[in-house]
């Protein structure tokens, strides 16, 4: 609330922040609902998050899910608590998750306009040791009057009307944007509330971090060799880079988002379409870095303008500070050439 001890009797909760927002674009106030039922989602993970180790929910549940990531006991609530929220706001009429390999179809009698697709519990591999893991949404609008349809979840990240990502780390925080701007909201549990504490937030147009996984270093594309070595014996006389790995893309784009450089998950030699997913990864958080006045990109074209062809499609990804994409995306163009 304040520092000082003192309580703020008018705090900016993300509740007020988008029904001013939605008041401003006079809207229907559906999207507000739905943004609030995944925050009550939200709240709910975070809270089972905290005390996993009491309520013994590490550990894996002894399945796999679509992707062929080992299922944790966290997975399931998560994706779980996300689907039965939103199927229950009336504001949805798809559901695309992570965990699940065909869409969520909502029953007619309660279904509304958006399809919303995302990761319930991204970098559930951390869980056991305690490293910050996330939520990850995508909204659209559904544009067609015909029974919805998985069809109807294959849209390039252009015509998101909203995404966003919760991370669960030494806070709880959502990072949310409708397309003007990126905003921040913590969760202060005193009050159960998501408040406003980054409003408008960019990104440095330059940045002095590079997150990948460099373990592949020995399958990597020549292009990705290439730029890692300019980050690391610059040629300019400038200084080499500092490396960040988290392992866990909320926690990795985020302090991508908040301190500038690029974060890297490309394709290599074993799998050339990289690991990330399209539609409930890369894409939002596509959305969220280009809002915020960066870039993403393949390393060959933008991530927003890649017209899905399946739900669980994969994509290379090379987000974050503008410069420092655009140069990733030259040696990349150098490459292709060749």
């Given amino acids: ?34 943004l609030n039922s995944l925050c009550t989602a939200v709240k709910a993970i975070s809270s089972a998050v905290r005390k996993a180790g009491i309520a013994h929910l590490y550990g894996i549940a002894g399945s796999t899910n679509v992707t062929g990531d080992q299922v944790k006991k966290l997975d399931i609530l998560s994706n779980d608590l996300v689907i039965n929220m939103l199927k229950s706001s009336f504001t949805s009429c798809m559901l695309v998750s992570e965990e699940n390999e065909k869409a969520i179809i909502i029953e007619p009698e309660t279904r509304g306009k958006y399809i919303v697709c995302f990761d319930p519990l991204d970098g559930s591999s951390n869980i056991d040791c305690l490293v910050s893991i996330g939520t990850i949404f995508a909204i659209y609008k559904k544009t067609t009057d015909n029974e919805p349809c998985e069809k109807d979840a294959l849209k390039p990240g252009r015509d998101l009307v909203a995404a966003g990502y919760a991370l669960y780390g030494s806070a709880t925080m959502m990072v949310i944007s409708t397309g003007n701007g990126v905003n921040c909201f913590m969760l202060d549990p005193a009050i159960g509330e998501f408040i406003l504490v980054d409003r408008d937030v960019k990104i440095n147009k330059r940045g002095k971090i590079y ?83 960066g870039m993403a990109s393949t390393g060959l074209e933008n991530i927003l303008d890649i017209q899905p062809d399946s739900i669980h499609q994969r994509v290379p990804v090379a987000m974050g500070s503008t410069e420092d994409v655009l140069e990733y995306i030259a040696i990349c163009k150098k490459h292709a050439k060749k």
């Fill in 1 to 34: 609330m304040s520092d000082r001890g003192t309580f703020d009797t008018n705090v900016v909760t993300v509740t007020r922040f988008l029904m001013e927002e939605g008041r401003k674009a006079k809207a229907t106030g559906e999207l507000t609902t739905l």
């Fill in 211 to 293: 997150s990948l996984n460099e373990g592949y270093a020995k399958h990597f594309e020549p292009a990705v060799t290439e730029y890692l070595q300019e980050k690391k014996f610059p040629q300019d006389g400038s200084e080499p880079y500092g490396a960040r790995y988290i392992g866990s893309m909320v926690a990795d784009v985020h302090r991508t988002l908040m301190y500038g450089g690029i974060f890297l998950y490309p394709g290599n030699v074993k799998s050339p379409k990289g690991k990330l997913r399209l539609l409930y990864e890369g894409n939002p958080m596509a959305f969220i870095i280009v809002q915020a006045g």
